[in-house]
């Protein structure tokens, strides 16, 4: 098929490759724009943008769709299908007239399940043994559209956001190019999501990583998990943040909420509102990420100590 490919960060770039290997005509790529990033503010191109141009590909990054004029650059390229991975933007409905075949999107979530803009932390977070992928046609709405096909996928005890995200990825990018051969030939009746079973994630932010240790350990490790790489999950020693990067709930076990205590040699232990937690690997504001054991080498005094809500 004649393609037009929406799509911004790393969890895209696979549903890229997997056209381009299955031979579909990728017309162009749209992404967001270049943005500041680290200490010297540098601007940095979204992965997917980097892809497209390894391939040689036309890359558009517009700020916004609605202009009429972006709207008729993207019509004369006249693609059957538009296909949208974690583009950033909702698509205007003089958008979701073009393709004949329809705009269709990549989800990393089981709908009408986490519809929104955080499926993947919001599942660790829930505590779902499975998520998946659906493959849906998109309408005016925040993922309600019709679905084409789906894919489970389980959550391990040890995936992140990171580590799902990827496998998400990599399910998706072979499920779109199953459904795309398949929407062509007629060999698939879009199913109509049930409204009454959807649920919704929001964006999370900075703030929603910082620990409060009057929760449970298993709601904490959670939180862990979902928010790795970001916006990670913190608390303060000394004056300073220090990320929790690593660690497993002990539910049966009991101290004081934040209280530190020695667990054994190689691991040391956080109190929570019910259980502690067994942290296995830490990052100090300004220093690399270090096991559980040599954090408290380095710092003798942070057993025993009551860190903060």
């Known amino acids: 098929m004649r393609l037009v490919f929406f799509g911004s960060p790393e969890f895209a770039v696979p549903a890229l490759e997997h056209l381009l290997v299955n031979g579909h005509q990728v017309a162009a790529v749209y992404t967001q724009p270049d943005r500041p990033a680290g200490r010297g503010r540098a601007l940095v191109p979204p992965p997917v943008k980097e892809a497209a141009l390894r391939r040689g590909l036309p890359v558009y990054q517009p700020e916004r769709l609605k202009d009429p004029a972006e709207v008729e650059q993207l019509a004369k390229l006249a693609p059957e299908a538009i296909v949208v991975a974690a583009f950033g933007q909702i698509l205007p409905q003089s958008v979701l007239d073009i ?105 999370f932010t900075k703030e929603d990583g910082k620990i409060d240790w009057q929760r449970p350990a298993l709601e904490i ?56 937690l067994e942290v296995r690997l830490l990052q100090l504001e300004g220093k690399k990420p270090v096991s559980a054991a040599d954090f408290r080498n380095g710092q003798r005094d942070f057993i025993g100590a009551l860190l903060p809500d």
């Open 221 to 276: 490790w959670r939180r862990i998990r979902a928010f790795n790489p970001w916006p990670g999950c913190y608390t303060t020693w000394q004056g300073k943040q220090l990320k929790i990067m690593q660690a497993v709930p002990r539910t049966a076990e009991s101290v004081p909420a934040g209280q530190v205590v020695t667990l054994n040699k190689d691991c040391l232990g956080i109190g929570t509102g019910e259980g502690i």
């Open 99 to 203: 393709p004949p075949f329809k705009c269709i999107n990549v989800h990393p979530s089981l709908l009408p399940r986490f519809r929104g803009a955080a499926p993947v932390p919001a599942a660790i977070l829930s505590g779902d043994a499975f998520t998946g992928v659906s493959i849906m046609l998109l309408d005016r709405g925040m993922d309600t559209g019709p679905v084409l096909l789906q894919a489970a996928v389980l959550v391990a005890p040890g995936d992140n956001t990171g580590s799902l995200s990827g496998k998400l990825a990599q399910v998706g990018a072979r499920l779109l190019t199953e459904a795309l051969v398949r929407w062509r030939r007629g060999e698939i009746q879009p199913q109509p999501q049930d409204n009454a079973q959807a649920t919704y994630t929001r964006p």
